[in-house]
């Protein structure tokens, strides 16, 4: 399989990380982070070596909160340079605001599961792809660079509704290719995927629409995440999103926790010989920043708690220095 354009230039690194911590892991929370927590964070993440990352949602504060500050976020976020700075957008409306704040990326969020689009967005399948539409036109009109992504969630299944055709995922796929999408994502919204439905599925997706095949975005819900990374890595996907300490799942569908944790994911990636571009040290000590900013939310990962083991060697070949490899204190 070919990789995703975003992946083209011989500087990207072998597998991107989408943290997606900003966004898909704080809405899910009771706390609302306050902005210059969320600041700090982000500009942590930066140093670690992220080079994309998703930093909040364009809906109303009266819904989410958590996403109030989201136009400053981004006008911080971008003046970070090196990386892609990317924002959801459920509507035409969040996606003038988002290019107004200065956004790289649009994400938009189509659902495979009918009874899930009518919860998360409240709309149907049908009127997301028009607002997909209306979104293409808008992108092309007044910021022609902003690429247009779409995270076709629940592709493998919905605590709503129940398991999904995958004939609909991959007809949703095309259908948004269609309308302006210049990536498709798959979503394990709810954590009900298995490897080889991982493997298949993305498969079965890129033989419908190529090179516009998108991120996995994949759940530990059931213990499953980095066993599904490996058969996406398997189907020939190099994107993945990820969240920091593993926040994260989505407010409108029952059930759905646990995103992959961005830690333990680095390190089986770069232990494997695959270059993510982060510094797993960095990234540790950006985890210090949101434990800061969220006193009290629980942080998941099985590498901060472990440790970096004796002889690491990163895939370039670098030695981490040592400084914040330590197990966390209990």
């Not at 930066?46 to 989201?70: N, Y």
């Not at 700075?85 to 459920?90: E, K, N, R, T, Y």
């Not at 991959?170 to 290719?177: E, F, Q």
Request: charged share 20%.
């Amino acid at each position: 399989m070919p990789l995703p354009s975003s992946l083209a230039s011989p500087a990207a690194p072998a597998v991107l990380i989408s943290e997606v911590g900003p966004r898909d892991g704080l809405q899910s929370l009771a706390a609302v982070m306050p902005t210059t927590a969320k600041l700090a964070w982000i500009d942590a993440l930066h140093a670690a070596g992220v080079r994309e990352i998703e930093v909040g949602s364009f809906v109303p504060a009266s819904r989410l909160p958590q996403m109030a500050d989201v136009a400053e976020v981004v006008r911080h976020a971008v003046t970070r340079p090196g990386w892609t700075v990317m924002a959801l957008v459920p509507n035409l409306r969040g996606a003038e605001a988002a290019l107004a704040a200065g956004a790289h990326k649009l994400t938009l969020p189509l659902s495979a599961s009918e009874a899930h689009s009518q919860a998360n967005v409240r709309r149907s399948r049908a009127q997301m792809l028009e607002e997909l539409r209306a979104i293409a036109r808008l992108r092309d009109r007044v910021a022609p660079g902003v690429a247009l992504e779409v995270g076709l969630s629940t592709a493998f299944g919905c605590t709503l509704q129940g398991p999904v055709a995958e004939d609909e995922v991959v007809r949703l796929a095309a259908a948004a290719v269609e309308a302006g999408a210049d990536e498709v994502g798959l979503s394990d919204t709810t954590g009900m995927a298995d490897p080889a439905q991982v493997r298949r599925r993305f498969r079965q997706v890129h033989a419908a629409i190529g090179r516009h095949l998108g991120a996995a975005h994949l759940h530990n819900t059931r213990g499953l995440g980095l066993a599904n990374v490996l058969a996406a890595l398997d189907a020939g996907v190099r994107t993945f999103d990820s969240s920091q300490g593993g926040l994260g799942g989505c407010p409108y569908a029952p059930g759905a926790s646990g995103n992959v944790v961005t830690e333990d994911l680095v390190f089986m990636l770069e232990a494997m010989g695959l270059d993510t571009g982060i510094d797993l040290e960095r990234l540790m000590a950006a985890r210090e920043v949101l434990r800061a900013g969220l006193p009290g939310e629980p942080l998941h990962g099985m590498t901060p708690e472990a440790g970096l083991p004796p002889g690491f060697v990163y895939a370039d070949g670098r030695r981490p220095a040592g400084v914040t490899t330590a197990p966390e204190a209990a």
